[in-house]
Every structure is written in structure tokens, then in C-alpha cells.
């Protein structure tokens, strides 16, 4: 079977840290494009990150930049979101995905991208709260 299964949310005070986990089992990450997305509540699914695993490259959203960090664990078939400095306003459902997308900025800030990965984690809470 096919699945990525998430892992590392929760609540965190505002300032902290996070790490995400998301393990793929009955295929390898390698050739898919990688992605993480969030959805706060009554908001639209949005892009927070994307990783190519053909060359490594990476591409984050303006909120994202410089405090999240994506990356992947060949050996662990794993893909990561490093949250840094979180803000209350970081509180959503996190997802991570998969699929034959190419990681670009515009995957990443145009809403709809997310409909073309093929791959999708369960989601988990991170909630950024005093």
C-alpha cells in the first residue's frame, strides 16, 4: 500500500520549535516532487514548502521563509518541515504530499497546486498558543 504518514504535531507556545515527519512506505520518494501545505480553520489549503528530489532545490512561501526548513532523509524515506520561531498564526492542519510536480515558487504561492500531487499524508495539528 501506497502512504505517507505524518507525524510531529502538536502545541507548541509561540517562539518554539517543531519538526514534522512524513514517512512514505510502499514506494521510494525518489523522482516525486515534494511538498508540505497547511490548512487554517475555514481557510483554503495553502503552500509552504516544496523539495525536488532530482536536485535538491527548495522553494518556501513569504511566511515561511527563513524560519521553516524542508528537507529529506534518502535512507529514512522520509521527507521533514523544521519549524522555527513559530507565530499563532502558523496554527493549522500540516500536510505533506507527493507526486510528479515540479517544485517551483509558483507551486509553492498559486493557489490549486496541490491538486496536482497524487500522494497526501493524513495531516497534523500544529497549534501555536500561549
Known amino acids: 500500500q501506497l502512504q505517507l504518514v505524518e507525524s510531529g504535531g502538536g502545541l507548541v507556545q509561540p517562539g518554539g520549535s517543531l519538526r514534522l515527519s512524513c514517512a512514505a512506505s510502499?514506494?521510494?520518494?525518489?523522482?516525486?516532487?515534494l511538498a508540505w501545505f497547511r490548512q487554517a480553520p475555514e481557510k483554503e489549503r495553502v503552500g509552504v514548502s516544496c523539495?525536488?528530489?532530482?536536485?535538491?532545490?527548495?522553494h518556501y512561501s513569504d511566511s515561511a521563509k527563513g524560519r521553516f526548513t524542508i528537507s529529506r532523509d534518502k535512507v529514512k524515506n522520509t521527507v521533514y518541515l523544521q519549524m522555527d520561531s513559530l507565530k499563532p498564526e502558523d496554527t493549522a492542519v500540516y500536510y505533506c504530499?507527493?507526486?510528479?510536480?515540479?517544485?517551483?515558487?509558483?507551486?509553492?504561492?498559486?493557489?490549486?497546486?496541490?491538486?496536482?500531487?497524487?500522494?497526501w499524508g493524513q495531516g497534523t495539528q500544529v497549534t501555536v498558543s500561549s
Open positions: 504530499a507527493g507526486g510528479a510536480v515540479h517544485c517551483s515558487q509558483v507551486v509553492v504561492d498559486t493557489p490549486g497546486w496541490d491538486a496536482w500531487y497524487e500522494y
Open positions: 523539495l525536488a528530489t532530482s536536485d535538491g532545490s527548495t
Open positions: 510502499g514506494f521510494s520518494l525518489d523522482g516525486y516532487g
